[in-house]
């Protein structure tokens, strides 16, 4: 059994003195190219990662929740019939999802469990969307209503948007309701439909953690969500997927020189995508994961020092197809393409690398694609 499982299990016996009637899990994802376009209705192409937030537990009667984070060392409670909000407190997501869920109709029992997540809390591999899903997860067992993946993503980016105060778009909620073993998945952030593609034989993802990290509620995302809307209104369509790449060359003098840029990243990024999800080749992957770092460098403005020192790094070294910074960016981790003979020596150097470079002591970890929210055995 995985070992933050059997943490969760062994803590809930403690506190409890009986096993957990379930145990569940939500994972966080590393985004292998489509960045910045799940909010103007475009592809990502994310994966879900095999580090996730666990949470063991059993039904309570009394319609209250309570439960104990390993993480933050502090015990949460609430009624779901009488929430509050609380201001900055990694309470408010299990609160939140609880609200959009009784907001869509659902009827919800309580519960008591405790959690545990490996995924770096704020790290850019979407340690919130994997709480909310586990969280949703937990009070699907309990209460019982349907599991429908995307319908689950919307109400824990709901959640998000409403209730934690952060404007994410789908992409992070999406992935970790929806991940496939073994496989990305191409998401249609309009539809919400979902392609699961192969990643390339003979290749491994990377993830390369910089050690700093983004205010994903800072006004930066949000500047560059207005500017995309914005692009849309004066090309006259409802999102910016819906322009083509030769559309957008020809209509591209009627925008802005800021807002041109901006616009440009998501059309190009859109396109690559979809190329990157029918790509064999490790190395065309690589070279659209290069471009969509630059893209998102020159033309989005939201990498850093550190991302691009990192990604310099992992492309200097052997056995690298391509890197890109990866999630909001501003900080948090960078993601590479290795080939599976060179990823050993690749994860040894590359985090020396860049340390040397910037002085920061950084976390690289190989990431196996892994299911999405799901009940394990106990
Ligand atoms: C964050 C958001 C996502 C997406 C990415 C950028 O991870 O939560 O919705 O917008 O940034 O691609």
């Not at 489509?34 to 937030?53: C, K, Q, S």
């Not at 990643?199 to 995302?221: E, F, I």
């Not at 209104?233 to 802005?256: C, I, N, P, Q, W």
């Amino acid at each position: 059994m995985n070992s933050l499982a059997q943490t969760v299990v062994a803590e809930f016996q403690r506190r409890y003195s009986a096993r957990p009637e379930y145990l569940v899990r939500a994972p966080g994802r590393v985004n292998l190219i489509g960045e910045h376009t799940d909010y103007n209705d475009g592809f990502v192409m994310p994966l879900a990662i095999d580090r996730a937030t666990w949470i063991a537990l059993r039904p309570r009667a009394d319609g209250q929740v309570v439960l104990y984070s390993l993480d933050h060392q502090e015990e949460l409670q609430f009624a779901v019939g009488d929430l509050h909000k609380n201001a900055h407190h990694w309470g408010e997501y299990p609160k939140g999802v609880a609200w959009a869920l009784q907001q869509a109709g659902y009827g919800l029992r309580g519960w008591e469990g405790v959690t545990e997540c490996d995924v770096p809390l704020g790290g850019g591999l979407s340690s919130s969307a994997s709480f909310e899903l586990a969280t949703a997860r937990a009070f699907h067992e309990v209460s019982k209503f349907p599991w429908d993946k995307p319908t689950m993503a919307k109400l824990g980016q709901r959640a998000e948007n409403q209730w934690v105060g952060v404007n994410c778009g789908i992409m992070d909620q999406m992935i970790s309701a929806s991940g496939k073993a073994g496989h990305a998945l191409l998401i249609d952030c309009r539809s919400l439909e979902t392609t699961s593609v192969s990643l390339p034989a003979g290749t491994v993802v990377v993830v390369l953690d910089t050690s700093t990290r983004h205010k994903l509620s800072s006004s930066a995302y949000n500047e560059r969500r207005s500017q995309c809307e914005a692009a849309a209104k004066t090309l006259g369509v409802r999102a910016l997927r819906d322009v083509s790449v030769a559309e957008f060359e020809r209509r591209a003098g009627e925008l802005d020189e800021l807002i041109c840029r901006r616009a440009r990243h998501v059309v190009a990024e859109n396109e690559r995508t979809l190329t990157a999800a029918r790509t064999t080749d490790p190395a065309e992957l690589g070279r659209l994961m290069d471009a969509s770092h630059k893209s998102l460098r020159d033309d989005y403005e939201v990498s850093s020092k550190e991302l691009n020192a990192f990604v310099e790094c992992a492309r200097a070294l052997p056995g690298c197809y391509g890197a890109r910074m990866t999630g909001a960016g501003f900080g948090g981790c960078a993601v590479a393409l290795v080939r599976t003979d060179a990823a050993t020596a690749f994860t040894n150097k590359v985090g020396k690398a860049y340390q040397q470079v910037t002085g920061l002591t950084p976390q690289v970890f190989p990431c196996q694609a892994s299911n999405g929210a799901e009940l394990v055995n106990l």
